[in-house]
Every structure is written in structure tokens, then in C-alpha cells.
């Protein structure tokens, strides 16, 4: 069922502390943890306590939560003092979603071209 915890999804276990993360804010809704293999001096995901494959799935569904991951995601870039930063929803593999809970990255601390590669 879309929302529900799915038992093979890498970030349903992190919301559940099955595996451990670098958690860097907790609210009722979302999750804020450090990227394991951080691609800027901040990378931060932000997730929502519910499973749904992506982004847009999730805002179809949970337009609150949607909001909820977005406002998370300016306070993560307001606690690690980004004066430029880049939040990101890959969606879809072509895109190089890798991991089917949807999820954003921000990202920040260094120079960060546009377009991306
Ligand atoms: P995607 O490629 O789906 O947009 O992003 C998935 C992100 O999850 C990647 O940046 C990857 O480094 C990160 N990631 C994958 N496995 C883990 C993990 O076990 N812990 C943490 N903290 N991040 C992970
Ligand atoms: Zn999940």
C-alpha cells in the first residue's frame, strides 16, 4: 500500500532505526540525515516518515508531507549556513534515483554549476 512501510526499502528502515544514520533533524512527518556518500561539504536527504516511490507520488498523495520535506529541507540549509544551495529530487533512474523512497537531497558548501551534468 502506498505509505505504508515497505520491508525491503533502505530509507523505511533508517525512519524505523533498523539501520543507523547521521540524523541531523527529526520532525513528526520527515527524517534529515547525512548522505553516505556526500557529493558537497553539506548533503543532507530529507525524507518523509511515509514510503512513496518519489517525489511527485508523494504530493499527489501527502501534499502536506510534501510541504513538510520542502520547509525541513530550507531549515537544513539554514542550520549548516548555505548562502547558495541546491535541493534536488531525482526521479527516476535515468535521472539516478537510486533509492525508491522519496527523498531530497540538499546540497551546498561549494561552488555548484548550472547546468548539472
Ligand atoms: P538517489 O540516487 O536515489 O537520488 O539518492 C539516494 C542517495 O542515498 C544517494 O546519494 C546515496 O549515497 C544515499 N544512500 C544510499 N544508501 C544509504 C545509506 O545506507 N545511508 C545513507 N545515509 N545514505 C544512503
Ligand atoms: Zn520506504
Redo the contacts with the bound molecule.
Keep these: 500500500m502506498p505509505g505504508e512501510p515497505q520491508a525491503d526499502c533502505?530509507f523505511c528502515k533508517?525512519v524505523e532505526g533498523q539501520?543507523p544514520?547521521?540524523i541531523v533533524r527529526e520532525s513528526d512527518t520527515t527524517v534529515a540525515?547525512?548522505?553516505?556518500?556526500?557529493?558537497a561539504p553539506t548533503?543532507v536527504?530529507v525524507i518523509p516518515k511515509v514510503h512513496y516511490r518519489d517525489a511527485a507520488a508523494l504530493a499527489a498523495a501527502e501534499p502536506t508531507i510534501a510541504a513538510d520535506v520542502l520547509r525541513e529541507a530550507q531549515t537544513v540549509a539554514d542550520e549548516e549556513k548555505l548562502e547558495s544551495y541546491r535541493i534536488?529530487?531525482?526521479t527516476g533512474a535515468g535521472?539516478?534515483?537510486?533509492?525508491?523512497h522519496a527523498?531530497a537531497?540538499v546540497l551546498g558548501g561549494r561552488g555548484l554549476e548550472w547546468p548539472p551534468g
Design positions: 533502505l533508517i539501520i544514520a547521521t540525515f547525512r548522505d553516505i556518500n556526500p557529493q548533503h536527504l534536488v529530487f531525482n535521472a539516478g534515483q537510486t533509492v525508491w527523498h537531497h
